[in-house]
C-alpha cells in the first residue's frame, strides 16, 4: 500500500509512524505541510492510496481529502475536538484519555472514526511533552497500524462521529490560551504544578517572576519553607532551577523563557540564568557555579530534602550495581551540564560494584545545547567547549575497566545522544524508541568519539550510510545493525527496573571475571593500534571547520532548530534518500564503487586505515601529527 505521511514536523511520532509502516512492508514517504500548496502538491505527486497525518497543526485543504482518503491522528477520544485536547486533560486531571483516528471532511475533527485507543492517565500530572511522548504515541502508533488494516479491507465503513459510544466520547474545546492557563503565586503548589505541566514543551505559562515577564516550564514541588515570605518570591536558585514561594509551600521552576520580543534571549533556559541579573545581589548559587557532583548531590531527590539534590544527576546502589542516572531537560547537554555528568562518572566508577547502569529520562540525549550556545556571546566558542564537555563524559564511558556498563536508553536519542551511548559494553533500548545516529542536518561533522563507536559496532560502510543518510533508526532495526543490544519491553519506568534486573544477574553471573578481563584486553588492542585520543583529535579538527569557519551552514541551522523555524520545504534527505553506495562516495569524495567491498579495499590499505581516510584534509593532517 502507497502511504503518505502528512506532518507539520517530522518528530518523534512521525519518525516511528515511518520507521514501523516500512517495516510491516509499506510504501511510505513524507512530506512537511508548510501550507495548503504544499500538502496539494504532496498528494498530486505521490498519488498515496492512502494519506495518514500523525502530526498535523493546518487544516487539511478540500481538494486533497475529497480526492483522497484522508486520516487524522488527533491526541484525544473519540468526540474530543480542537487543538488543544493534552492541555485540557492534563489541567482538568482526566483520569482517562486516548488516541482517535478520523477521517478528514469539512468538519474539523469531526469525521467518521476509523480507530481509537484509551489509556490510564497517570495520577501525578505528568508533562505534556512526557504525555506526547509516551502514552499519546503507543496509542497513536497503535491505531495508526488498525487504519492501514482497514484501509485494506474492501469491505470496512468507518463508524459515523454520531454513532460513537457515550461512554468514551468526548467534546469539542477550545483553543486554550494563557487566560486558562493563568495562576497565581499564592495558589497550592500542586495546582501550580499542573497548569505548568501542561503547558509544557510549548507555549508554557506566562507569569511574572523578579519584575521580569516569563513563560515558566519544567515545575516540580519544592520543600516546606519554615521561614513566612511572599509567595512569588524567588528564595533561592539551584542546578539552574529557582525555588519560588506558593500559597502552601514551594516549587521549582526548572526552565523559562523572556516574554519580550528581544532576539535569541526569547529562546528557552534554565529558569536561573534567564533571571540571572535579577538574582545577582540576592542567591549566590549562580547558574554557571553549579557545585561539583557530591555523595549528597548524587543521591536521588526526595521527600525529605525537598529535592534539593540535583534532579538532573542522581546515584543509587543496588547490591554489586550502581545507577547513574541523568535526566536533562529535553535531552540536551549543556558545557555545564557535561562537566557534572563527567565528575559523576568518575565518581560512579570508583565504587566497588560490578555493573554501572547509565540511565537516561523522558528523552536519553540529543548531544550539546544549542539554546545555551545561542545566548554565549560567543557561540562558536562556547559550541566549542560544549563538544569538548561531552567528549570528556564519552571518555568516562569509554576508558572504564573497572566494572561492565550498561547504557539504559528508555527515551529517544539524537546526534551526540547516541554516540554517548554505544561507549558503553551493552546498549539496551526500550521498545518504541527512536534514534538518530547523525549530525550532518545541523551542518556539523560530529564527535563524541562516533568515529571510533560507530563503526566497531555496525561496520565502517554502515557508520557512514547513518552518518550520511539521516534518516531515523528503529529499536529493533538498531538491534539488528548492532548499533544495540537487545530491546526491552515496558513503559519507561518498567524499562529501567528491567535494566537493573539485568545488571543484577550479569553482575552476580559466572563469567563476569573473564567478561570484564575480555572487556580489558580489547580497550588495550584498540588503545595500541591507534590511541583514543586520536579520533577525538580528529573529530575535533572537523568540528572546528564546522563551528569557527562554518563551512556546512551550522551557524544558520543552530538559529533555525532554537527559535523553531519551520523549513519552508520538505528536506531533501526525507524526500529522496540517497543509495549506501552514493553517501559513501559522496564523503570520499570519490566516484561510486562498485560496492562495499571496493571501498574497504580502497581505504584499508592507507596506514592510518578505517573511516578516518573518509575525514576531510584538516582531521587527515591531525592524524599524522599524533601518528
Known amino acids: 500500500m502507497k502511504i503518505l505521511l502528512l506532518c507539520s514536523a517530522f518528530n518523534g511520532l512521525t519518525q516511528r509512524a515511518w520507521i514501523e509502516l516500512r517495516a510491516s512492508g509499506q510504501d511510505v514517504v513524507v512530506?512537511?505541510?508548510?501550507?495548503?500548496?504544499?500538502?496539494?502538491?504532496?498528494a498530486t505527486q505521490n498519488d498515496p492510496d492512502i494519506i495518514i497525518c500523525p502530526f498535523l497543526r493546518e487544516r487539511v485543504p478540500h481538494q486533497v481529502w475529497a480526492q483522497y482518503r484522508t486520516i487524522i491522528v488527533h491526541p484525544g477520544p473519540p468526540g474530543d475536538r480542537g487543538p488543544s485536547s493534552l492541555d485540557w486533560a492534563i489541567s482538568e486531571a482526566a483520569p482517562a484519555?486516548?488516541?482517535?483516528?478520523?477521517?478528514?471532511?469539512e468538519e474539523m475533527d469531526g469525521g467518521p472514526i476509523w480507530a481509537y485507543r484509551t489509556f490510564t492517565m497517570p495520577v501525578e500530572p505528568p508533562r505534556k511533552s512526557a504525555l506526547y511522548n509516551g502514552a499519546v504515541t503507543e496509542a497513536a502508533i497503535d491505531v495508526i497500524h488498525e487504519v492501514v488494516r482497514k484501509a485494506g479491507d474492501p469491505a470496512f465503513v468507518p463508524t459515523p462521529f454520531a454513532g460513537i459510544r457515550s461512554s468514551v466520547r468526548g467534546r469539542l474545546r477550545p483553543p486554550m490560551c494563557q487566560t486558562d492557563r493563568a495562576f497565581a503565586w499564592s495558589d497550592e503548589t500542586n495546582t501550580i504544578v499542573r497548569r505548568i505541566r501542561a503547558a509544557d514543551g510549548s507555549p508554557g505559562v506566562r507569569t511574572e517572576l523578579c519584575g521580569v515577564e516569563l513563560f515558566v516550564f519544567d515545575a516540580r514541588p519544592g520543600p516546606a519553607l519554615s521561614e513566612p515570605g511572599c509567595p512569588g518570591t524567588v528564595e533561592r536558585c539551584r542546578h539552574g532551577a529557582v525555588l519560588v514561594r506558593t500559597g502552601d509551600g514551594s516549587v521549582w521552576i526548572g526552565h523559562?523563557?523572556?516574554?519580550?520580543?528581544?532576539?535569541?534571549s526569547t529562546v528557552k533556559l534554565p529558569a536561573a540564568l534567564c533571571l540571572a541579573d535579577q538574582l545577582a545581589d540576592k542567591v549566590a548559587d549562580r547558574p554557571a557555579d553549579d557545585p561539583t557532583p557530591s555523595p549528597r548531590t548524587m543521591r536521588a531527590p526526595g521527600v525529605e530534602d525537598g529535592g534539593e539534590c540535583d534532579h538532573e544527576i542522581s546515584y543509587r546502589r543496588t547490591h554489586d550495581v550502581g545507577i547513574l542516572r541523568f535526566d536533562f531537560y529535553n535531552g540536551a547537554m549543556s558545557t555545564a551540564q557535561c562537566r557534572k555528568l563527567e565528575t559523576a562518572l568518575r565518581c560512579a566508577v570508583l565504587q566497588d560494584t560490578?555493573?554501572?547502569?547509565v540511565?537516561?529520562?523522558?528523552?536519553f540525549s540529543n548531544g550539546i545545547h544549542l539554546n545555551m550556545i545561542g545566548v554565549s556571546d560567543e557561540p562558536a566558542l562556547e559550541a566549542w567547549r560544549n563538544i569538548n564537555a561531552i567528549d570528556d563524559v564519552c571518555e568516562q564511558i569509554i576508558t572504564c575497566t573497572s566494572q561492565l556498563v550498561i547504557m539504559s536508553v528508555g527515551g529517544n536519542a539524537g546526534a551526540g545522544g547516541v554516540m554517548l551511548a554505544l561507549g558503553a559494553d551493552q546498549v539496551l533500548v526500550r521498545d518504541g524508541v527512536v534514534l538518530n545516529p547523525h549530525y550532518r542536518t545541523m551542518g556539523l561533522f560530529g564527535s563524541e568519539y562516533w568515529t571510533y563507536v560507530l563503526p566497531t559496532r555496525v561496520g565502517e560502510c554502515e557508520a557512514v550510510r547513518l552518518t550520511q543518510q539521516c534518516l531515523p533508526v528503529g529499536a529493533d532495526q538498531a538491534v539488528a545493525m548492532g548499533l544495540a543490544d537487545a530491546v526491552l519491553p515496558g513503559c519507561l519506568a518498567e524499562f529501567n527496573r528491567s535494566v537493573v534486573d539485568h545488571a543484577g544477574?550479569?553482575?552476580?553471573?559466572?563469567?563476569y571475571e573473564y567478561l570484564l578481563d575480555e572487556k580489558r584486553r580489547r580497550r588495550a588492542a584498540d588503545e595500541r593500534r591507534r590511541p583514543i585520543a586520536t579520533y577525538r583529535a580528529s573529530e575535533l579538527a572537523e568540528m572546528n571547520l564546522d563551528m569557527f569557519d562554518d563551512r556546512n551552514g551550522f551557524d544558520g541551522a543552530r538559529r533555525q532548530f532554537v527559535t523553531k523555524q519551520r523549513p519552508?520545504?520538505?528536506p531533501a534527505h526525507l524526500v529522496a534518500p540517497s543509495s549506501g553506495r552514493r553517501q559513501v562516495a559522496d564523503l570520499a569524495g570519490t566516484h561510486p564503487s562498485d560496492g562495499a567491498a571496493d571501498i574497504r579495499e580502497a581505504i584499508g590499505s592507507r596506514p592510518w586505515g578505517t573511516l578516518h581516510e573518509l575525514l576531510g584534509p584538516a582531521a587527515r593532517d591531525t592524524f599524522r601529527r599524533w601518528a
Open 31 to 42: 512530506r512537511l505541510s508548510s501550507d495548503a500548496d504544499a500538502m496539494r502538491s504532496a
Open 97 to 105: 484519555w486516548g488516541v482517535t483516528a478520523l477521517q478528514a471532511v
Open 256 to 264: 523559562a523563557r523572556r516574554a519580550e520580543n528581544i532576539g535569541t
Open 354 to 357: 560490578r555493573v554501572l547502569v
Open 359 to 363: 540511565e537516561g529520562g523522558d528523552t
Open 505 to 511: 544477574r550479569l553482575a552476580a553471573c559466572d563469567d
Open 568 to 570: 519552508a520545504s520538505t
